[in-house]
């Protein structure tokens, strides 16, 4: 009864949450302004159902693809929040209700792994949003872990820095529960609806640490493999 309670606080205060955001973006884009609203909205949802943001270490902000361990959907709402980072997701994500228009809100990328026919025009439009200075974060395990030990950095996703846009640094990042990564991660077959009720159901708040590691110049550490290797070294190093 008390978590139903709370999921219904939760939800409620997400959509209240989403009506002021929705509202000022708008006004933003009348007025011709950048808008920042997708990425304080998406760092307000972080807290909403729970998440404490701690950020170890100084993100850059432009020309830069951030290469990030994955637990659950609540990295993107902590590491957009903090970073002003758009995505790299699956394709399907655009034409899920409400959750495909606020990803197209934040300038996410969508890409296809299964459409090999697409794969050069998807590293061709991903160069370009990397090149126009905006922060880029992929999840180079191609899917979610559980918090103790990374999965295979899988380097045909940094097809793109191989060779890097001229000028774009790489810099990790370690995304971090701590006491509550098991509570949190979402591995297995849990559908993600489940997983997230499961999440706004839960009593308290909880700590994400994203340690962001020293940026390296890609260029000089190689092809797409080393630094993939370079970057899982980092993020493991900061554990």
Not at 128 to 133: L, S
Request: one cysteine or more.
């Amino acid at each position: 009864m008390i978590a139903n309670l709370r999921l219904a606080a939760r939800l409620l205060a997400l959509v209240l949450a989403l009506g002021a955001a929705l509202a000022l973006h708008g006004l933003w884009r009348l007025l011709r302004r950048p808008s920042p609203w997708p990425r304080r909205f998406l760092g307000l949802v972080a807290r909403i159902v729970g998440a404490r943001v701690r950020v170890v270490g100084t993100p850059l902000r432009r020309d830069v693809v951030f290469l990030s361990n994955h637990l659950s959907w609540i990295d993107i709402l902590a590491i957009a929040g903090a970073t002003g980072s758009a995505f790299v997701a699956k394709g399907e994500l655009r034409t899920v209700p409400l959750v495909g228009w606020l990803c197209t809100l934040n300038h996410t990328i969508f890409v296809s792994r299964e459409d090999r026919l697409q794969v050069a025009a998807q590293i061709a439009r991903l160069r370009e949003a990397i090149g126009g200075g905006r922060p880029v974060t992929i999840f180079p395990e191609g899917t979610t872990g559980d918090g103790h030990a990374l999965l295979p950095f899988k380097a045909a996703l940094l097809a793109t820095l191989d060779p890097p846009p001229p000028g774009v640094h790489v810099q990790p990042i370690r995304v971090d529960y701590g006491a509550a990564k098991d509570a949190i991660a979402w591995v297995g077959d849990e559908p993600g609806q489940a997983h997230a009720l499961r999440v706004l159901r839960r009593r308290g708040t909880f700590v994400v640490t994203l340690h962001m590691c020293e940026p390296f110049d890609p260029a000089r550490v190689g092809n797409r493999k080393t630094i993939a290797a370079a970057a899982k070294a980092a993020i493991e190093a900061a554990g």
